[in-house]
C-alpha cells in the first residue's frame, strides 16, 4: 500500500506540475513575440541531466523559457528566499523546485565598525570599535563588508574588539574600506548546511530526472558571464561519485535575448553538446581534500567553455553593439537567416573580433562602423532602414502615403484594445522601474538592473489584467441595466434581455477580444510608424543626399563581407561564403501562436501593395524619362567586354553629424509645406514655390547643398549645410 500511495503521490504531483509548466509557458510566450531554439535534438531523451543555464539576464523567466524547449521535466534550483515568498514560493512548489540558502540572504548587521589596525604585520587581525564580537559573532562564520567587496571566515574571536579571520582581504576595494577614517560597517552571515540540498539533487538525478540550475548564483544584466559558482560540479562530481552507474549528462544551455525588459521582444535558446562526468576526475573528487577541490576547478572549467560555445560574450556593452552592426553589416550568400542563425552568426563575430582586434584593417574597419552608427543616431534611424531611403522622392512620397493610410486603419483598430489595457502599461512600466532601481541599490554586479523588469512586468500584468476586465465587465453591467435614453439603441435593448451573468462573461471576452486585435494590429502600426521616418527624410532632404548614406553602407558593407571571407576560414576551417546556412545550423521556432500569425499575415498584405505601387509609379516615371533618354543615347558609351572592372574606391566616407540648425529646420517644416511637398513628389510636379520669378531656387526648393563622397570644408560643420 505504501508504495501505491507513493506512486499516486507522484503522478499528482507531476499533473500540477504540467498544468502550471503549461501555464507559465503559455504566458511567458505572450510576453514574447518569437522564441527561437538551436539543437534540441541534442537533450538527452532519457536518463539524469543537469542543464547548466547562462547567462541569467531574466530572473524567473529564465527558467520557464527553458521549460518551454527542453521537452522533459526539469526542476530548478531556487533560492530559499525567493521560495518563502507567499506568490513566488507557491508556484515554485508546484513546479518541485528546490530550495538552496544562500549566505548572502541570512546576513545580519552587527553593531560598530572594523578595521585593519596594521596591514602589513597582522593582515588576518581585525579589530573594532564599539563592536560585540562575543555576544553577535561565533566562529565559522562569515565576515562580509559592504556591496560585497570582500568576504572571510572568521577562524577565531579574541575578544569584543578583536577577532582574527582564516586570510587577508587582497582586494583593492575591501583594503580602502578597513583603513580608512573610522573603519567600516559589516555583516556576518552564519555558516549553511547544504547536505539536504544535496541529497534531494542526488535523490532527483538517480531517479532519472533533470535538474536545472544557473552557476552564476544570481541574475544580472551584464554583457558577459559572471564567473560560475562551484555548486554545480560539486553535485555532478558527488552523484557519480555515489552512485558510478549513474550516467549522468551536462547540458550547457545559452539564453541570448534581443531586448529582455521589453514587451513582444525577441529570445533565442542554445543547447551545447552534452558534457560527460570524466572518471578521473570523479576519482580525484573521492580523495577529499587538494585533490577535490582541484577536481572541482578543472570540471569548471570545461562547463565554462560549453558555455562560451553557446552564449554571447563581451566584455561591456560597446563591443556587443559594435559586433552587432557587424554581423548585421556582413553579407552572406543566403540573406535570409533565421534569428537563431543571426545569433550564431554573432557568436561567431565576437571570436573572429577577439582573436584579429588588433589588426590595422579591422581598427580601420571599427572606426568607420562608428561613425556610420553615429550618422544613423543623428538622423533617428536603424540600419535596417537605411535601404527604404534609396528611392525618389515620387516613390518616397508615394509609400509614406501608403504607409499612413495602412498606419491610420492598424491604430484605429488597435485604439480600442490600447485604450482599455493602458492602465495595465503605466503601472508595470512605473512599477518595474521602481524594482529595479531596488534590486540596483541592492547588487554590485548589475549594470542597470534590467533582467528583473520582465519579472515583475509579468507579475503585475497577471493581478492587473483581470482585475481591469472584471471591472469593465462591471461597469458594462451596470451601463446596460441603467442606460440612459439616449443609449437606448437597439442593440442595447437586446443586450438588456440577457442575465447579469451572461452580459458578464460578455463583456469580459469582448474585452480579450479587444486586446488580442491589439496585439495584432499594434505591432504592425508600431512597424510602420519606424518605417516613416526613412521615407520623411527622403521627401524633405532629397535623394542626392540620402543616397550617401546608402552608398556609405553599401561600401562598409562590401570591406566587412570581404575581410570575413578572408578571415573567416583561418578560425573555422570549413567556412564557405555559399554554405552559411548549413553552418550555423537550424534555427527552429518551435514556440508560435496565431498572434504571430495574424500579424504576418497582414504584414504580407500591406508588403503585396506596396509592391504594387512602386511598380505603377517607377513604370510611369520610366515612360516620363524615355523620350529625353533616347535622344543621347547615342552619346552614352557603351562598355566592351574588354574593360576591366571597376575597383573599389580608395576613398572612405568621412562622417559630418547635422548640425543644431540642419535638425532646427527639419522639426520647424509646417504640416502644410510637408503635405505640398509629397503631393509634389507623387503627381512629379514642383511645390509652388519651388522657384522664384528670376528663375533661382527659393528656400523650399533648395534648403541644402548637393554633397558628395567626399566632404567639402562646409559640409563638414554638417553633413547637411543649409544655405
Keep these: 500500500m505504501a508504495r501505491a500511495t507513493d506512486v499516486d ?5 507531476f ?23 538551436r539543437n534540441a535534438h541534442l537533450i538527452p531523451r532519457s536518463g539524469p541531466v543537469m542543464f547548466v543555464v547562462a547567462p541569467h539576464h531574466n530572473q524567473f523567466v529564465d527558467p520557464v523559457i527553458l521549460l518551454m524547449h527542453a521537452m522533459r521535466r526539469v526542476y530548478f534550483l531556487t533560492a530559499a528566499a525567493s521560495m518563502r515568498r507567499k506568490f513566488i514560493g507557491f508556484y515554485g512548489r508546484c513546479l518541485r523546485g528546490i530550495p538552496v540558502e544562500r549566505q548572502q540572504d541570512l546576513a545580519r548587521r552587527c553593531s560598530g565598525t572594523i578595521f585593519l589596525e596594521d596591514r602589513f604585520a597582522e593582515p588576518t587581525v581585525i579589530s573594532g570599535h564599539d563592536t560585540r564580537f562575543t555576544q553577535e559573532v561565533q566562529v565559522g562564520m562569515k565576515l562580509m563588508l559592504p556591496n560585497s567587496v570582500g568576504q572571510a571566515r572568521i577562524e577565531a574571536i579574541e575578544s569584543d574588539t578583536r577577532l582574527r579571520i582564516s586570510s587577508e582581504m587582497r582586494e583593492l576595494a575591501a583594503l580602502e574600506l578597513l583603513t580608512q577614517a573610522g573603519g567600516t560597517a559589516y555583516k556576518v552571515a552564519p555558516h549553511v548546511n547544504q547536505d539536504d540540498m544535496y541529497r534531494a539533487v542526488y535523490n532527483r538525478l538517480n531517479k532519472g530526472e533533470c535538474i536545472g540550475i544557473f552557476p552564476e548564483g544570481g541574475s544580472h544584466d551584464r554583457t558577459e558571464m559572471l564567473p560560475l559558482k562551484a555548486g554545480a560540479t560539486i553535485m555532478a562530481l558527488g552523484a557519480t561519485a555515489a ?33 560527460d562526468v570524466p572518471a578521473e576526475l570523479v576519482e580525484k573528487y573521492c580523495q577529499g581534500g587538494d585533490a577535490k577541490r582541484q577536481a572541482c576547478d578543472d570540471f569548471l572549467s570545461i562547463v565554462a567553455d560549453g558555455l562560451k560555445q553557446v552564449t554571447l560574450n563581451t566584455p561591456d556593452l560597446e563591443t556587443l553593439k559594435l559586433i552587432q552592426a557587424g554581423r548585421r553589416l556582413y553579407q552572406p550568400t543566403q540573406h535570409s537567416l533565421t534569428m537563431a542563425q543571426q545569433v550564431e552568426l554573432t557568436r561567431r563575430f565576437i571570436k573572429g573580433y577577439t582573436v584579429y582586434r588588433d589588426l590595422p584593417a579591422v581598427a580601420e574597419l571599427r572606426d568607420r562602423m562608428a561613425d556610420y552608427n553615429m550618422q544613423l543616431r543623428y538622423y533617428g534611424i536603424r540600419d535596417h532602414q537605411v535601404e527604404t531611403m534609396r528611392v525618389g522622392r515620387a516613390e518616397a512620397g508615394a509609400l509614406f502615403v501608403w504607409r499612413v493610410v495602412w ?3 492598424m491604430g484605429l483598430i488597435a485604439l480600442p484594445g490600447t485604450v482599455i489595457n493602458a492602465p495595465v502599461f503605466v503601472v508595470t512600466s512605473v512599477f518595474s522601474k521602481r524594482k529595479a532601481r531596488a534590486a540596483l541599490a541592492a547588487s554590485t554586479v548589475k549594470v542597470r538592473a534590467l533582467d528583473v523588469i520582465a519579472t515583475w512586468k509579468i507579475l503585475i500584468a497577471l493581478v492587473l489584467v483581470p482585475f481591469l476586465y472584471s471591472v469593465y465587465s462591471v461597469l458594462a453591467v451596470v451601463f446596460v441595466r441603467r442606460a440612459p435614453a439616449w443609449a437606448q439603441t437597439d442593440v442595447i435593448k437586446q443586450v438588456s434581455t440577457m442575465s447579469t451573468v451572461a452580459i458578464y462573461l460578455w463583456a469580459w471576452a469582448l474585452a480579450s477580444f479587444m486586446s488580442y486585435t491589439a496585439l495584432v494590429f499594434g505591432e504592425q502600426a508600431v512597424d510602420i510608424v519606424k518605417s516613416i521616418r526613412p521615407l520623411f527624410l527622403t521627401l524633405v532632404v532629397g535623394s542626392e543626399h540620402t543616397e550617401l548614406l546608402a552608398r556609405q553602407r553599401q561600401e562598409l558593407s562590401d570591406d566587412i563581407t570581404e575581410l570575413v571571407n578572408e578571415l573567416g576560414p583561418q578560425i573555422y576551417p570549413e567556412f564557405s561564403t555559399t554554405r552559411i546556412s548549413e553552418q550555423l545550423g537550424d534555427g527552429l521556432t518551435t514556440h508560435s501562436n496565431i498572434i504571430n500569425e495574424s500579424a504576418d ?60 540648425r540642419t535638425m532646427e529646420t527639419l522639426n520647424s517644416i509646417s504640416p502644410m509645406e510637408f503635405l505640398s511637398t509629397v503631393t509634389g513628389a507623387v503627381l512629379g510636379t514642383g511645390s509652388p514655390s519651388a522657384e522664384t520669378s528670376d528663375g533661382k ?27
Design 9 to 13: 503521490d507522484t503522478i499528482e504531483t
Design 15 to 37: 499533473v500540477v506540475y504540467d498544468l502550471f509548466r503549461a501555464f507559465w509557458t503559455r504566458v511567458v510566450g505572450l510576453f514574447f513575440r518569437e522564441i527561437a531554439e
Design 243 to 275: 552512485n558510478p552507474e549513474l550516467g549522468l549528462k551536462i547540458v550547457p544551455t545559452g539564453l541570448n535575448y534581443f531586448h529582455p525588459s521589453k514587451f513582444r521582444s525577441r529570445a533565442v535558446i542554445d543547447f551545447g553538446q552534452p558534457i
Design 407 to 409: 498606419l491610420l486603419i
Design 601 to 660: 499575415a497582414f504584414h504580407r498584405k500591406m508588403r503585396m501593395g506596396e509592391q504594387a505601387l512602386r511598380q505603377r509609379i517607377n513604370s510611369t516615371i520610366g515612360s516620363r524619362q524615355s523620350s529625353p533618354q533616347s535622344e543621347h543615347a547615342e552619346e552614352t558609351p557603351v562598355a566592351g567586354p574588354s574593360d576591366k572592372p571597376k575597383q573599389r574606391r580608395g576613398s572612405k566616407y568621412a562622417f559630418n553629424p547635422p548640425t543644431p
Design 697 to 723: 531656387h527659393g528656400e523650399a526648393g533648395s534648403q541644402f547643398e548637393q554633397t558628395t563622397g567626399r566632404s567639402t570644408p562646409e559640409q563638414k560643420k554638417g553633413l547637411f549645410y543649409f544655405t
